[in-house]
């Protein structure tokens, strides 16, 4: 199975687990992540390095001006 994980989702374990829901989907992407590489292909693609990169938007990310 080929799976794309945005940005988003691959920071869901680092937010507050006090909410139900966001346990879940924490739960679910850590499943993801520790599946076996022949079970899973995890995709990647150039946005992931756009949004995670603090050069490009000096520190934040404002999504309105682009």
Do not use: N, W
């Amino acid at each position: 199975m080929r799976v794309y994980l945005d940005l988003c989702c691959l920071k869901r374990p680092f937010d507050r687990q006090e909410h139900p829901v966001v346990r879940l989907e924490t739960e679910a992407i850590l499943a993801l992540l520790g599946a076996p590489a022949d079970r899973v292909i995890l995709l990647r693609s150039a946005v992931h390095a756009r949004e995670s990169s603090k050069e490009v938007f000096g520190g934040t990310v404002d999504y309105q001006s682009q």
